[in-house]
């Protein structure tokens, strides 16, 4: 799992040469907290390694890469291919089962 810094964000999402999920989260955000065990397990998937990446941001430390993203709210999750913006789960929406759902349809 990489965590994102206004350094590093711009090579490891828009110039990744694969597809990357990115997880917007806070430590006073419930919900981000409940997903972040599920999450982290997803990324440690065997079908996943080499083939998808996982990132994190934790907001309250990093505010200027949610902004640059255009993150409003926890949770957020981001879906990137090839340099772009595919998909974005956040709020209700949010749940690991979708999480995955979106994740399997950057690999098609």
């Given at each position: 799992m990489i965590e994102l810094t206004k350094e590093n964000c711009d090579v490891e999402v828009r110039e990744s040469d694969i597809p990357v999920v990115v997880d917007f989260w806070g430590p006073a955000c419930g919900p981000c907290m409940a997903?972040?065990?599920?999450?982290?397990?997803?990324?440690s998937k065997p079908e996943?390694?080499?083939?998808?990446?996982?990132?994190?941001?934790?907001?309250?430390?990093?505010?200027?890469?949610?902004?640059?993203?255009?993150?409003?709210?926890?949770?957020?999750f981001l879906f990137w291919k090839g340099g772009t913006e595919v998909a974005r789960l956040s709020g209700p929406d949010a749940t690991i089962e979708n999480i995955k759902l979106k994740t399997d349809e950057l690999l098609k």
């Open positions: 997903l972040m065990p599920s999450f982290m397990e997803l990324a996943y390694e080499g083939v998808v990446k996982f990132c994190k941001v934790d907001t309250s430390q990093n505010k200027r890469v949610a902004i640059s993203f255009k993150v409003m709210g926890l949770p957020t």
